[in-house]
């Protein structure tokens, strides 16, 4: 149900200069860090009931594959490795940023969000690139299913395998909380500034009542006002906003609302004093699950002044507008790329030229206009909680999620 970003891997690659001299091995070590070959690999059969959230035909999106078209897009993906060429990535670092959807820590989670931060040394540029949970990919071992239940069947490890087998790159460090940790790393951090337009906000307010419901916080510390502007906002209140997926083009413009979390949390990191970057750092990396070596980290400490100065900042988001189709497959529906196509241009963006799609979220000067009118799936939501609360003869809020329990929302 959460998927929410992570962010705070990245804010301590900005503060690295800070941390070589005042934090050192002590504070890095509170990081969890898991070894890769002690993430044991989990059966479709032990996962959970939500790891794996089915529709109907009647509610399908996407279009219904005969065996034979499932079958030549299988060997379409195949062929990829043959047709576009692995980039040679010697001068750059890329890690992956996972955000976890799970209500209690039994199991591993779907990590429905999930970005690629590729370090650029030669080009000195940061992209951030986001990966859509429902592309259809191949996971090593496992077989053909959504991106974001390759975390849910071996963890970080076989996430960054199956990404780095389809999109053609060299991963294998990644970084990954759930929504809780989240909502605790940016109260850590005393909040962050964001601009929300009267959709969002309505929509959010739903969110927020629903996880103070779960974590038993009043929602009336947390709701804000229906109307337009920007809010310093609390952990509950960022982890909302990142989880809408009702206002704007859905589970895309999403995307973009977790990248531009990513910003503003920097933005705040940035305007730290060491005293506070020293209390900020110790509380939230006991909250990180990761496999980043402790070389690594000092290696990207030492590079942290010159990218938090000199460095550009590119976002993008995969599958790219007009480069996918969507196929019902398995009970779900998928996002199916140009994989070609795709690839390229996501090695222009990380190791070429940095140029970025056409895709609508890119367009961050009509962003609040592009995100001012809630789609019709959420009053669809709310059609079915207020059949289903008839039906039981529970009491619901009007015009909120709460209470909703599907899976990435």
Known sequence: MFGIILIIVLAVVVLGGVLVNHIGNSIISKLNYVNDQDVQKVAESDLPEEAIQEVSTEEAGGKLVSSEEL???????????????????????TLLLAGVDRRDKSWNGNSDSMMLVTLN?????????????????????????????AYARGGGPLLCDTISENYNINLTDYAAVDFEDMITIVDALGGVDLEWTAAEIKVANGYMMDMCNMLGREDEDHSLPEEDGVYHCDGIQTVAYARNRYVGNSDYARTE???YVISQIINE?????????????????PLITTNIKTSRIWELMGDASEILTDYSIVEDRVPYDGMYEIIYVDGQDMLVPEWED???????TMYG????????????????????????????LLTEMA???EAHGTARTSGTVTGQTGSGD
């Open 71 to 93: 079958n030549q897009i299988q060997k379409k993906m195949q062929k990829v490795d043959d047709t576009v060429q692995n980039a040679d990535d010697e001068n750059t670092y």
């Open 121 to 149: 040394y030669a080009k000195k540029r940061v992209s951030i690139i986001s990966l859509m949970r429902d592309t259809y990919v191949a996971i090593p071992d496992v077989g053909y299913a959504k991106l974001n239940n």
């Open 257 to 259: 609302r977790q990248r």
């Open 269 to 285: 990191v940035k305007n730290m004093s060491i005293t506070e970057v020293t209390s900020f750092v110790t509380d939230v990396l």
């Open 342 to 348: 795709t690839i390229t241009q996501m090695h222009e």
């Open 353 to 380: 030229d940095g140029s970025i799609s056409d895709n609508s979220d890119n367009d961050r000067d009509n962003r609040l206009l592009n995100n001012s009118t809630i789609n019709d799936d959420y009053y669809e």
């Open 387 to 389: 059949s289903e609360a």
